[in-house]
């Protein structure tokens, strides 16, 4: 018995999606700060976007994710999750890159302070810097009996 193929068609199954948009409202305010000019555009817009009949039935619009602010056409601020995120993320990063550096230091400095104790040892019991680790442990052993 041969199984009859399938054509595309039959496989494909129909799915409703609901595309997320991007949109904007620029407004300009008076603020003490890029914080509060963010947060005062964020108030001031938000419930004000308004789509014509034919648009609204297909398109919806939501409340504000972000602001971007610009102080003389100079972008100084973007207060959307994403950002807010990403920033969060870089302070991790440096913290976790002076982690690094502080027990890079560490290491070396307890590395230093080894090899000056292991060369006062060998020093203290006249073992050369080309004696063989068997003879030096020897002479070390050796003094350490008497």
């Known amino acids: 018995m041969s199984k009859t193929p399938q054509t595309k068609a039959q496989r494909l199954s129909e799915y409703d999606v609901t595309v997320i948009f991007d949109a904007s409202s620029s407004v300009t305010v008076k603020a003490a700060s890029p914080e509060d000019a963010a947060h005062k555009a964020e108030e001031l817009t938000n419930g004000n976007q308004i789509l014509c009949h034919q648009c609204s039935d297909t398109l919806e619009t939501g409340d504000a994710i972000g602001a971007l602010v610009y102080k003389d056409g100079e972008f100084i601020l973007d207060t959307s999750f994403q950002a807010m995120r990403i920033a969060l993320l870089e302070a991790k990063v440096l913290n976790v890159e002076a982690e690094r550096d502080q027990l890079r230091a560490q290491l070396a400095k307890a590395v230093a ?28 052993r050796a003094r350490s009996n008497t």
Not at 119 to 133: E, F, L, P, R, W
């Open 113 to 140: 302070e080894e090899r000056e104790a292991c060369a006062k040892v060998a020093q203290d019991y006249s073992c050369q810097v080309g004696d063989a680790a068997w003879e030096c442990a020897a002479a070390i």
